[in-house]
């Protein structure tokens, strides 16, 4: 078994691709504190709802979270609210989400592990957050070398042939 400390949900991709089964993270609960919540999309996969742009936005923070933020309807705007007028509810229900977030994302993983589906979950995440082109980055060199040691192509695997 090996533990380690890790922080962005990449680190538990790239970590749990390395054979990394036992994590320690604060980041989920520290980045709460600073108005961020963890969110699937381009790296870093974070939305800052201290930003100006967060105030009038109507939606929730993540569509199909099960966070009581989430669930109750509890917009961005809402929350840069409390964030700005320094209500601590802002950062329980950041922390709850967040943390909602990264036990979806390791059970994601652990379902991917049993379903032999591993390879695949990591190539669709690492293209959701680094998209490429003129809109996203490319992927990091080090993402890519910890990849490749783990044995997971970041190109989706040609059809196999019959025989």
Known sequence: RYLMGVGYPLDLIVCTSLGVDMYDCV?????ARFGVALVPGPSPGTLKLKSHVCATQNEIMQQGCL???CTRGVTRARIHALLTS????????LTQHNVVYMMKLVNDMRQAVLDQTFPTFVRTFI??????GEDGQA???WVQEALQEAGISLQDQPPQEEE
């Open 67 to 69: 966070c009581p933020a």
């Open 127 to 132: 293209q959701d957050q680094f998209r490429g």
């Open 27 to 31: 980041y989920p609960t520290r980045t």
């Open 86 to 93: 320094q209500n601590t509810l802002a950062v329980q229900l």
């Open 139 to 141: 992927i990091p060199q």
